[in-house]
C-alpha cells in the first residue's frame, strides 16, 4: 500500500514537470521568434540605411558621371533592402527621361529612405 502511493506521487511529480516544462518551452519558443523577427528587421534598416548612405556619396555628392562600377554597387545595395517601395522608387529614378523627373524622383527616393530609417 506505501509502495502504491510514493509511485502514485512520483507519477504525479513527472506529470507535473512535464507539464511546467512543456510551457516553458512553448514561452520560449515564442520569445525566441520575437526576437528572431526584430533581427530580421534590424538587418532591413541596417540595408535600408546603407543603401541611403552610399545614395548620397554616390549620386548626390557625385561630380560627374556615375560609372558602371558604382551602379552596379548601387544597384546591389538596393537590392539588399529587400523593399519593393524602395526598389521602385530607384527604378523610377534610374529610368527617368529628364532631369526635372529625376529630381522629382530622387526627392520621392530620398523622402522614403528617411521615413524607412
Do not use: C, P
Not at 36 to 48: C, K, S
Not at 49 to 61: E, G, H
Not at 74 to 102: C, G, H, P, Y
Amino acid at each position: 500500500m506505501m509502495q502504491h502511493k510514493i509511485m502514485s506521487l512520483i507519477i504525479a511529480a513527472l506529470v507535473l514537470s512535464n507539464v511546467f516544462f512543456a510551457i516553458k518551452y512553448l514561452s520560449l519558443n515564442g520569445n525566441a521568434s520575437l526576437i528572431q523577427n526584430g533581427n530580421t528587421q534590424e538587418v532591413r534598416n541596417e540595408n535600408v540605411s546603407n543603401f541611403a548612405k552610399l545614395f548620397v556619396i554616390k549620386v548626390l555628392k557625385a561630380e560627374d558621371e556615375i560609372d558602371l562600377e558604382a551602379r552596379v554597387e548601387l544597384e546591389n545595395s538596393v537590392k539588399a533592402t529587400e523593399d519593393q517601395e524602395i526598389i521602385q522608387k530607384w527604378k523610377d529614378f534610374t529610368e527617368s527621361e529628364t532631369d526635372l523627373e529625376a529630381q522629382s524622383n530622387v526627392k520621392d527616393l530620398l523622402e522614403l529612405l528617411v521615413n524607412k530609417i
